[in-house]
């Protein structure tokens, strides 16, 4: 089993829409999650932690689920330029990168 | 700047020749790490530093490619004899302190293996 799975998508969705992204990892031992934000031929950038209560930054909301092993991001009121591929991470000693889901907005 | 700074942006060398890629980390950042990322692909770590040891070099794909830190900050990831499945972005990143801390990236290194 891979260590951070996430659906590669694309997500195509409306602007305006509602869309949330759900990554599992597999070392239950994990003590470090965070959403990367990785728009074409750029490099990752931090887009939020994920702490255990969920936390919330303007439309974006990230929640852990340790019980189940995954963390999720919700985006509501997509804009055009949310349109990137979103990056997951677990840790096992080092932060473990998931492949990444690819959400495209559309006007 | 504040950044992790990576040079050159830009590489396209001849099969079997040597690349050598530079990364300049956060000041402070004591961890160091090295990816590959291929055309829609996910990342591929390479090795990770700590301080100017390097406790996880298990990514590193073959003997051709080294990599060494000094002074705790700037980093050289070498690539002897390279081939075309070289060609990737080469992305560094750092971190504060613990290995599972935030990773802040630069900008990369397109290497093109003609």
């Known amino acids: 089993r891979k260590e951070v799975e996430q659906d590669p998508g694309p997500f195509n969705v409306p602007e305006g829409a509602t869309v949330a992204f759900n990554c599992t990892y597999s070392n239950s031992a994990s003590q470090s999650f965070f959403w990367y934000r990785q728009d074409c031929r750029k490099e990752p950038k931090l887009l939020m932690s994920?702490?255990?209560s969920g936390n919330e930054d303007g439309r974006f909301t990230a929640q852990l689920n340790r019980a189940s092993q995954y963390i999720s991001l919700l985006i509501r009121d997509s804009k055009l330029s949310d349109s990137a591929t979103f990056v997951c991470?677990?840790?096992?000693?080092?932060?473990?990168f998931g492949k990444g889901t690819k959400l495209s907005v559309k006007p | 700047g504040a950044g992790v700074s990576q040079s050159p942006s830009n590489k396209v060398t001849e099969k079997g020749k040597d690349v050598e890629l530079r990364c300049d980390p956060i000041?402070?950042?004591?961890?160091l790490y090295w990816y590959r990322q291929s055309l829609g692909q996910g990342l591929e770590f390479l090795i990770y530093?700590?301080?100017?040891?390097?406790?996880?070099k298990s990514g590193l794909p073959s003997d051709r490619f080294s990599a060494e830190r000094t002074g705790g900050s700037v980093s050289t990831l070498t690539i002897q004899r390279t081939q075309q499945e070289d060609s990737a972005v080469y992305l560094c990143a750092s971190s504060l302190g613990q290995a599972y801390n935030e990773q802040f990236f630069g900008p990369g290194t397109r290497l093109t293996v003609l």
């Open positions: 530093f700590q301080g100017n040891s390097a406790p996880d």
């Open positions: 991470t677990g840790s096992q000693g080092n932060l473990i």
């Open positions: 000041s402070g950042h004591t961890a």
């Open positions: 994920v702490y255990s």
